[in-house]
């Protein structure tokens, strides 16, 4: 604890100095600057999505919005267990839109009107997902999109609809419906909640917890039947470009090399460990999503071609930045 607490001191006087030498980009970048200093988005995200639980975030669902030559797929958001799309992709949403994309946003996965989301069990969460890309793919003329994903939304959802709801051709990857998954400190292998959930397993209480919570609870415990069935014969889709992106302060999905996967058969994997690129970043789970480094990563997965240096900033437990 006195070593995070160093490192956050520390973040805030490169925060005040303008961030460490050599992590700029070039002067003549041109992407948009990172979305850091909103220290209070994901505060104000949450409470707003308790008073409108069905607004997409700024930026999302333009459903006239036709991709460019520059950006010719559309990007879906998935957000994480229990949270919805206005308080997972306020920040994100209006960045990549501001970059060009056209930026989708659903919630799925539970009672519509409900500010909690993707609580469901994780199989017909990914149902849903399906039939929203299809509409998507429909309304944008696009052949495929890139997924970007929090939590369940990065890890089982997405990757329970590549494998068995038609989001892949494993016979003609060129069909694919989904070029790249991209996951923000995803639950690929089950989490055990800092330890809680092995405490759960072991006393039989899953099922009461899925009770108040939801399946998705269950579904997402390491070596649920849900995973299983989710691992049998590798992580990974022919044809489909993944980057993991977790951080090792994560408090849910732990341990956090839970997060990562390993390449199949004509499938490309990065595992990117956060602390790795900006070593003063200590978002966790929840902040990960409200955490700018993670933006930009994010942003340089969807179009490598054109990958920036990452401007490390400052990044908060629970807050982000």
Known sequence: MRTRWAVVCAGLVLALTGGPAGAAAAADDPAPPPPSGQLLAAPTAFAGSLVHPDAPPAGANDWSCRPTREHPRPVVLLHAT????????????PWLKQQGYCVFAPNYGGVPGSPFQASGPIPAAARQVARYVDRVLKATGARQVDLVGHSQGGGPTPRWYLRFEGGTDPVHPKRNKVHSLIALAPSNHGGTASGIGILTTKLGLNPTMSGVVGQAWSDQMVGSEMNRKLDEGGDTQPGVHYTVIATRYDEFATPYTN??????????VRNILIQEICPLDVSEHLAIAYDSNAAQLVS???????????RCSLALPVLGG
């Open 259 to 268: 997060n990562f996967l390993t390449a199949g058969p004509g499938a490309t």
């Open 82 to 93: 229990l949270a919805n799309a206005y308080n997972n992709w306020s920040l994100l949403a």
């Open 300 to 310: 340089n997965a969807l179009d490598p071609a054109h990958a920036q240096p990452v």
